[in-house]
């Protein structure tokens, strides 16, 4: 039972519930009164309710900078089995309020931009009654995010991981029926949920170890355990931890299991924009971040997780230099990013980390949401040119940057808006993205050189892909007669991406050089190890590098090339199989097809169904009924119903009855 704390330094901790219970309370106005309300204002109130959730969140640490110690807020008492206890408790403190604000900050402005987004979306694919659906989901995606973030236990932190999962599988089907076969959409959300599955086991595997081990799932009731664990026993803690990094790989988009985001694309671009920049991606990285006493106590671990986020860093960056779809390029964006991440958190790194998240969260979102300006304006012009045309059957794709070109003219807001967000991704100063990225490259560079040098490349690739994109969208002529015709998006679409774009020009203010803001907020839950200090070389190092990777687009790129782009693309010519590889994600999913999924499906298909399932259980079943008919046709010859047969049945038994007595 929810109840108030009375011994508390502040009782504005005690609207901590309401983090929760608002988006809860907007999808469920809008399931009762959504059609009452009109399309706009379902949007509205979802909006509102999410707005109210950021609200209570600033409420929160506010509270927090006047009194910075934990706290935690019992609400009731969840499971009670033998020596298994959990408490459904909130935990508020620097950590959490932190990703409390980043969610219910950038997921408002997302819920506002979708009102505008879903509202022309739902018209173009001429289904208006998934309006109201859409903003039910996504204020469920707030409220599951929510409790992930505010959890004080795992086990509450695992049913919100679950619930990001859920909600990120309806929405990357929002549109199940479309997509390639009429079931392509249907089929990213099944493999977004099945790949979240795997990760989810080995997460799973480790919450089943605490327990056996610490006899508690509660985070400080585990870590002072695991910080009394004997030496011999250390093995335990390098099994946990890498059982978590499964899930984090899962959740996060790491390797082996990054190949659910790109197709999580299918989704509509608002989706794309709270999954990749506020919510189901970072959690993996916060839940790095919490468990971070548990890391420190397994150094090995540390090493394989610092590996994991550098290689998958690289690899999901030259994938993004070969992709001509707008969103596929910031989808392998993403991942890249979330490797810088992962390589951070899991050196504990944790202010480095953590600040690039925030950034990260800022200027992905910018370029999501402007990636579906785009996309929007193309939509319109391609639907009004061919409806003029009376042609429909050749409508170009809206998302290929081979169909752009020269929307520099057509959509200045979104074109202006979308540089900065570039700029920002690759590093470039004073945007925020150079200040969070500088911050992880000096903190492994005193950590290993090997993994320094990936992500320096790492860092070269990022501006070289993002001055690609921003060329071949924006740049040169118009390539098609849609991006011809395109217009600029409305203010509801404008408005987030301002602020959004301030957001990302003033990011770096969070964790300035010299002052450390986040640093000395984020020391009061996490134990911080030195870190490293500012490096002008680095600096200078990194910027030079981005600078050299926009010069070597434009040089590719530039306004003779673009007009010959369609042909060609002016990479394939230097690269060759190279770019053949690239465009092909290095053939992964390919493998991952013939490996796991069509032998899985084999299995599934050809053994267990049709042999084992149809030909032995089937038959068994057959057979019990042949024998039970056989059995009764017998039966039917004694009970026929004549007098004189039960008659001779009775002689018969008697006889054999005296002739066993007489023998005996």
Known sequence: MIFLEKNIADPLLNLAPLVILFPLLGLAINLL?????????????????SGSSFVISL???????????????????????????VSWDMRVDTLSTTMM??????????????????????????DVGRYRRFFVFFNLFIAAMMLLVSANNYLVLFVGWEGVGL????????????????????????????????GDFGLLIALFM??????????????????????????????????????????????????WLPDAMAGPTPVSALIHAA?????????????????????????????VGALTALLAATIAVGQMDIKKVLAYSTISQLGFMVAAVGMGAITAGMFHLITHAFFKALLFLAAGSVIMGMEGANTVAHHHAGNPEEEIDPQDMRNMGG?????????????????????????????????????????????????LLTSFLTAFYMGRQVLMVFAGKARSQAAQQASESPKVITIPLLILAVLSLLGGLINLPGVATLEKWLEHTVAMPEAGHFSPAIALSSTLLALLGLALAWVLYGYR??????QSDPLANYLGVIFHAVQNQWWIDSLYQRVFVIPYRYISHEVLAQWFDQETIDTMAHDLGRWNQWFARVLSYLQNGFVRTYGLVVLLGVVVMLAFLATR
Not at 297 to 302: H, S
């Open 561 to 566: 090339s673009l007009a010959k782009l369609q």
């Open 279 to 307: 919510t189901m991606v970072t959690a993996g990285v916060y839940l790095i971040a919490r468990s971070q006493p548990l890391f420190a106590l397994a150094p090995a671990a540390q090493g394989v997780i610092c590996w």
């Open 167 to 198: 909600c990120s599988y309806l929405l990357i089907g929002f549109w199940f029926e479309k997509g390639k076969d009429g079931i392509g959409n249907a089929r990213a959300a099944q493999k977004a949920f099945v790949v979240n599955r795997i």
């Open 59 to 85: 409420l929160l640490t506010l509270s927090l900078q006047a009194h910075p110690q934990a706290f935690t807020l019992p609400l009731f008492q969840w499971i009670s089995i033998g020596s298994l206890s």
């Open 210 to 259: 605490m327990f056996w081990w610490f006899g508690s799932l509660e985070f400080e009731r585990v870590f002072n355990a695991a910080r009394s664990l004997a030496p011999a026993q250390q093995g335990v803690l390098l099994a946990m931890t890498l059982f978590m990094l499964m899930g984090v790989a899962g959740k996060s988009a790491q390797l082996p299991l990054y190949v």
């Open 101 to 126: 604000l980043v969610v219910s900050g950038v997921g408002t402005l997302i819920h506002v931009y979708a009102i505008g987004y879903m509202y022309n979306d739902v018209h173009h694919q001429g």
């Open 407 to 455: 929307l520099q003219k057509r959509m200045p807001l979104t074109y202006g808006v979308y540089l900065v967000g570039a700029l920002a991704l690759a590093g470039i100063a004073p945007l925020a993205g150079f200040f969070s990225k500088d911050e992880i490259l000096v903190s492994l560079w005193d950590y290993s050189l090997p993994i320094f040098l990936l992500l």
């Open 33 to 49: 009164l959504g059609r009452r309300l009109g399309e706009k204002g379902a949007g509205v109130v979802a909006s509102l309710a």
